[in-house]
């Protein structure tokens, strides 16, 4: 089955949240304001198992980037739009922030 994703990373790389992991940001630093990230690229994946497209998409963006991608390494603090579930990139796994 084919799912829509998109990928956002923050806007400013200078931000504190930037590579900070998930209980971190909201304990810390006020929490995850997808306001704060730009949508760096989007796309569609096969698959089935909702975490096992996740990963695979880390890895894509860490092994594989397409050509047209523009961003950085997949990497704690982004965000995953899959379908219509935003996910956050922790420092293991992946924290489910809600709907868009």
Known sequence: MEHKYSILQ????????????????????GGVDINEYTKTYEGTIEGNDIISMLEELFEIFNIRHPEDFH??????????????????????GWQEIGKI
């Open 10 to 29: 923050l806007k400013d790389v200078h931000n504190p949240k930037m590579f900070m992991w998930f209980d971190y940001v909201n304990e810390k630093l």
């Open 71 to 92: 961003g950085h390494s997949l990497s704690v603090s982004d965000i995953v739009i899959l379908d219509d579930i935003i996910w956050y990139c922790d420092s293991t």
